[in-house]
């Protein structure tokens, strides 16, 4: 029992290990590595609650320790691609714009402080999870270096594009607008029809579309979002 208790926490360690390792690759511009670090830390973040419930040994040390891993993986590390990202197109502007990307990390550590307590989003969430949000921020550079459409590299690189997408980011994970949950309980196709769909069709973008199906399928899970909250409300 005494190690069932700290493997919850060992994981979220592993979560905060690999956020850090995947800021070093960014430093290097090696930004398809740091991609794969984050989502190694991702992976770890799920687990480490899955395996919290399953022993039964959730407390308040875990909360904080998530959190503080969270900030690191998916607030510090997006926040400094947005970074490089504005330092990379900044050409002839203003030496401090780039910094701005940390909009991104401000707006993460907001929401994780917020979410811990928020009792409204135990089984659903309110506003973008900052893991969903640094997956689209993270890919942003895979998609610019690998993306087949010139075009769409070339709006992607703007850096006022860039800042929109930084204050967006910030907004929608602060925003209060319900996300339909992706947890998966039973396997009942009437009941979880809308998830089982979203992942279906997931897989299928990642499959065809590669790097670029990340923030399509960031995009896509909000506005299905949004358009189930209004039939939501419409039934009601």
Request: overall charge positive.
């Amino acid at each position: 029992m005494k190690i069932k208790k700290h493997i919850p926490n060992f994981l979220t360690l592993l979560n905060l290990l690999c956020g850090c390792i995947a800021i070093v690759f960014c430093s290097d511009s090696q930004f398809d590595i740091a991609f794969y670090f984050v989502c190694l830390g991702i992976f770890f973040d799920f687990f480490d609650g899955f395996f919290a419930r399953k022993f039964g040994v959730s407390g308040p040390l875990g909360v904080q320790l998530d959190s503080l891993a969270d900030m690191v993986t998916s607030g510090v590390a997006p926040g400094y691609v947005m970074f490089k990202l504005l330092y990379a197109n900044n050409y002839d502007s203003c030496v401090y714009l780039p910094y701005l990307g940390f909009i991104i990390t401000l707006g993460a550590c907001y929401r994780l402080a917020n979410f811990n307590i928020d009792t409204r989003q135990s089984n659903s969430f309110i506003g973008l999870p900052t893991p969903a949000n640094t997956l689209f921020i993270m890919s942003l550079p895979l998609v610019i270096a690998e993306c087949q459409f010139l075009a769409l590299s070339e709006i992607l690189s703007s850096k006022w594009v860039l800042l929109m997408i930084t204050l967006l980011s910030a907004y929608i994970m602060n925003a209060e607008v319900p996300l339909f949950s992706l947890k998966i309980k039973n396997f009942s196709f009437q009941k979880y029809k809308l998830q089982i769909g979203f992942l279906v069709t997931s897989i299928i973008m990642i499959a065809t579309l590669k790097f670029l199906a990340i923030p399509l399928i960031i995009i896509t899970y909000v506005l299905v979002s949004a358009l189930n909250n209004i039939l939501v409300k419409k039934e009601l």
